[in-house]
T-cell receptor, first 111, second 111 residues
Framework: EDQVTQSPEALRLQEGESSSLNCSYTVSGLRGLFWYRQDPGKGPEFLFTLYSAGEEKEKERLKATLTKKESFLHITAPKPEDSATYLCAVSDSNSGYALNFGKGTSLLVTP | NAGVTQTPKFRVLKTGQSMTLLCAQDMNHEYMYWYRQDPGMGLRLIHYSVGEGTTAKGEVPDGYNVSRLKKQNFLLGLESAAPSQTSVYFC??????????FGDGTRLSIL
């Protein structure tokens, strides 16, 4: 049973068309929820950590939010350079030192 | 400041051969991790280390060994490579359980 589920698997947007990526999780004792960006041929690049429901973090055109069951990564007025795979991961009281990763959302922003 | 550096970047092995993947970090992080990333699956933890001289198993440890003789280095070994170990391997490091920072991966093919 997947603990972390990301949707959609793939998303195509036009430049300037805002949207949201979803990460739903089923863990007990959430210690942290992490968002990463991964470009082709590169390692995941850390974006945000969220620790408790109601928390929000922003960076440029990205805003991450957290509820007790899911997190959203909102992308406002995206640009082609925002094209990447976005990964969500959780750390909980049962996972020890591991991060449980979702399979990612592949985002393509066209001019 | 290089962050996390992985060598080699690419490698092709024959079944039964052995090799060692090297990870080096210059951030003075205590924790280091080895993950594998396969198509259609999230990143999965192979082994990790919480300090020099210590190692522990992750989710998928079979067929791999690790060593952490120096704080800045974490080695992943394949004693007898199998085609199922064809994957992209990522090393990460963190200060305690703070967000993990990743290298750019080693792409390993086993024929």
């Amino acid at each position: 049973e997947d603990q972390v589920t990301q949707s959609p698997e793939a998303l195509r947007l036009q430049e300037g068309e805002s949207s949201s990526l979803n990460c739903s999780y089923t863990v007990s004792g959430l210690r942290g929820l992490f968002w990463y960006r991964q470009d082709p041929g590169k390692g995941p690049e850390f974006l945000f950590t969220l620790y408790s429901a109601g928390e929000e973090k922003e960076k440029e055109r990205l805003k991450a939010t957290l509820t007790k069951k899911e997190s959203f990564l909102h992308i406002t007025a995206p640009k082609p350079e925002d094209s990447a795979t976005y990964l969500c991961a959780v750390s909980d009281s049962n996972s020890g030192y591991a991060l449980n990763f979702g399979k990612g959302t592949s985002l393509l922003v066209t001019p | 400041n290089a962050g996390v550096t992985q060598t080699p970047k690419f490698r092709v092995l024959k079944t039964g051969q052995s090799m060692t993947l090297l990870c080096a970090q210059d951030m003075n992080h205590e924790y280091m991790y080895w993950y594998r990333q396969d198509p259609g699956m999230g990143l999965r933890l192979i082994h990790y280390s919480v300090g020099e001289g210590t190692t522990a198993k992750g989710e998928v440890p079979d067929g791999y060994n690790v060593s952490r003789l120096k704080k800045q280095n974490f080695l992943l070994g394949l004693e007898s490579a199998a085609p199922s170990q064809t994957s992209v391997y990522f090393c990460a490091s963190s200060y305690l359980r703070q967000p993990q920072h990743f290298g750019d991966g080693t792409r390993l093919s086993i024929l």
